[in-house]
């Protein structure tokens, strides 16, 4: 039994002056099948990050139970609920994420640009066919299902594109055409995603594009020239904001460079005392993440003064997840989320150093990147860090376009880490 706790392995034995019975637990068969696809397949189990996998499917766990208590009292008749959606979200997640991870990534970016490709023309659908819900067309309706939205896979097509295109132009992407040519490339998805309107996922994308730029080895020259414009951006917003009037926003909004919802967004959050209105879920969202103080109200609380039962909040069980963890987990609940995104952020980019191809960095990092970007996005919005803009928060917000595409990236990271045992096995 010792040698079965060091080794994963039951193996009983009794004997009598004749013969010997040995008896191999289910455990060890399991084990010794999955070598054996692995092995067929060229990799080694032992570079199967399932630390990875465990985070994921904590996080995702936990989500399934805050989207249930969030939407515990929802009726939609003809269709999955959204607990039921979500729990259809992580199978089908877990599957995307367990082919994609034996699949040679080399390969996939080999199609990247059909990838792309395809997803503009959905993008471009959604543009003048799509489903339209709260003032934005996002959505592709699927009857007897519910609606899908592209825009959450185009993260994914945009990191295989740029990581296509930057191990094909590593020497030359500091050179202004080459540079251009990627920019517009990533632009193309971007501005379809924009005019939806999709802020959030717009900035979340180019700050993936440019994360990547970094890791296809950018010169530094453009690196601090960008931090240096970004500063100045930063200046003159911050000038436009507190200039009497603000004339210089509210001629951007004229020529329709900036939507007035997007100004109103501003100001609420530069000036929360004088817009009360337009900060009023986040500041409800503050109020219910310290209302659950240590320990948290619990799950399901029935209580008429949670954000779920007393109206308080729209879209919780996406947007505003994080107030319903802060207010039924409490702080150690919201810890634990943020401990688990931190984790699979960090096993994203360990991952991404043990490659000896400079496409599976760029692959690692900028999922690394995305994630963490997002989920700082979600959080900063709940806690009115940041203003209010919505984005879901990774494997925990209700969606099954952003469940199952965050575990296809997933999948790809762990593929990443599966190369290297690749090249080992290759050697012998």
Same mark, same amino acid.
């Given at each position: 039994w010792r040698y079965w706790w060091e080794n994963s392995i039951a193996i009983c034995q009794y004997s009598d002056k004749r013969k010997e019975t040995i008896v191999i637990s289910p455990l060890i068969l399991d084990r010794m099948i999955m070598k054996k696809i692995f092995r067929k397949l060229g990799y080694k189990i032992e570079n199967y990050d399932f630390r990875l996998i465990v985070y994921v499917l904590l996080l995702s766990i936990i989500g399934v139970l805050m989207v249930h208590s969030a939407t515990v009292n929802e009726v939609e008749e003809g269709l999955l609920d959204t607990t039921q959606k979500q729990i259809l979200g992580v199978i089908i997640g877990l599957i995307s994420m367990v082919v994609i991870s034996l699949i040679d990534y080399k390969k996939i970016l080999k199609f990247a640009a059909l990838i792309f490709i395809l997803n503009v023309a959905v993008l471009i659908y959604v543009k003048f066919a799509g489903t339209t819900y709260l003032g934005a067309r996002r959505w592709i309706s699927v009857p007897g299902f519910g609606t899908i939205q592209p +825009?959450?896979? +185009?993260? =994914?097509?945009? %990191? &295989?594109?740029?990581?296509?295109? @930057?191990?094909?132009?590593?020497? /030359? =992407?500091?050179? =202004?055409? %080459? @540079?251009?040519?990627?920019?517009?490339t990533a632009a193309v998805p971007c501005l379809l995603i924009l005019v939806q309107p999709a802020l959030s996922t717009t900035i979340v994308i180019f700050v993936t594009v440019i994360v990547m730029l970094y890791l296809g080895g950018i010169s530094s020259r453009w690196v601090y020239g960008v931090s240096i414009v970004v500063a100045v951006l930063a200046v003159l917003l911050l000038f436009a904001v507190y200039q009497p009037d603000q004339a210089i926003l509210n001629d951007l909004v004229? /020529? !329709? =460079?900036?939507?007035?919802? #997007? @100004? !109103?967004? %501003?100001?609420?959050?530069?000036?929360?005392?004088?817009?009360?209105? &337009?900060?009023? #879920? #986040?500041? !409800?969202? %503050?109020?219910?993440?310290?209302?659950?103080?240590?320990?948290? /109200?619990? &799950? !399901?609380?029935?209580t008429y003064e949670s954000v779920k039962n007393g109206n308080f909040l729209s879209e919780e069980q996406c947007d505003f997840i994080f107030a319903v963890v802060g207010e039924e987990l409490g702080f150690v609940g919201s810890v634990l989320i943020i401990a688990l995104i931190g984790l699979i952020v960090y096993e994203c980019i360990r991952i991404s150093r043990v490659t000896n191809y400079v496409g599976g960095v760029i692959i690692g990092c900028s999922i690394a990147a995305l994630l963490g970007v997002q989920s700082f996005i979600n959080i900063g919005v709940a806690t009115l860090v940041l203003p209010n803009t919505g984005v879901p928060l990774p494997f925990v917000s209700a969606g099954m376009s952003s469940l199952v595409s965050s575990f296809m990236m997933i999948g790809f990271v762990l593929n990443v880490g599966l190369q290297r045992g690749r090249l080992e096995l290759n050697r012998r």
């Amino acid at each position: 039994w010792r040698y079965w706790w060091e080794n994963s392995i039951a193996i009983c034995q009794y004997s009598d002056k004749r013969k010997e019975t040995i008896v191999i637990s289910p455990l060890i068969l399991d084990r010794m099948i999955m070598k054996k696809i692995f092995r067929k397949l060229g990799y080694k189990i032992e570079n199967y990050d399932f630390r990875l996998i465990v985070y994921v499917l904590l996080l995702s766990i936990i989500g399934v139970l805050m989207v249930h208590s969030a939407t515990v009292n929802e009726v939609e008749e003809g269709l999955l609920d959204t607990t039921q959606k979500q729990i259809l979200g992580v199978i089908i997640g877990l599957i995307s994420m367990v082919v994609i991870s034996l699949i040679d990534y080399k390969k996939i970016l080999k199609f990247a640009a059909l990838i792309f490709i395809l997803n503009v023309a959905v993008l471009i659908y959604v543009k003048f066919a799509g489903t339209t819900y709260l003032g934005a067309r996002r959505w592709i309706s699927v009857p007897g299902f519910g609606t899908i939205q592209p +825009s959450e896979f +185009s993260k =994914i097509a945009v %990191i &295989l594109v740029g990581t296509a295109f @930057l191990c094909r132009f590593r020497d /030359k =992407i500091s050179t =202004i055409p %080459i @540079l251009l040519l990627y920019l517009a490339t990533a632009a193309v998805p971007c501005l379809l995603i924009l005019v939806q309107p999709a802020l959030s996922t717009t900035i979340v994308i180019f700050v993936t594009v440019i994360v990547m730029l970094y890791l296809g080895g950018i010169s530094s020259r453009w690196v601090y020239g960008v931090s240096i414009v970004v500063a100045v951006l930063a200046v003159l917003l911050l000038f436009a904001v507190y200039q009497p009037d603000q004339a210089i926003l509210n001629d951007l909004v004229e /020529k !329709n =460079i900036l939507r007035p919802h #997007q @100004l !109103n967004r %501003i100001n609420a959050f530069f000036f929360p005392s004088e817009h009360r209105d &337009l900060v009023y #879920q #986040q500041t !409800n969202s %503050i109020m219910a993440i310290g209302s659950g103080q240590f320990f948290g /109200k619990g &799950l !399901n609380t029935t209580t008429y003064e949670s954000v779920k039962n007393g109206n308080f909040l729209s879209e919780e069980q996406c947007d505003f997840i994080f107030a319903v963890v802060g207010e039924e987990l409490g702080f150690v609940g919201s810890v634990l989320i943020i401990a688990l995104i931190g984790l699979i952020v960090y096993e994203c980019i360990r991952i991404s150093r043990v490659t000896n191809y400079v496409g599976g960095v760029i692959i690692g990092c900028s999922i690394a990147a995305l994630l963490g970007v997002q989920s700082f996005i979600n959080i900063g919005v709940a806690t009115l860090v940041l203003p209010n803009t919505g984005v879901p928060l990774p494997f925990v917000s209700a969606g099954m376009s952003s469940l199952v595409s965050s575990f296809m990236m997933i999948g790809f990271v762990l593929n990443v880490g599966l190369q290297r045992g690749r090249l080992e096995l290759n050697r012998r």
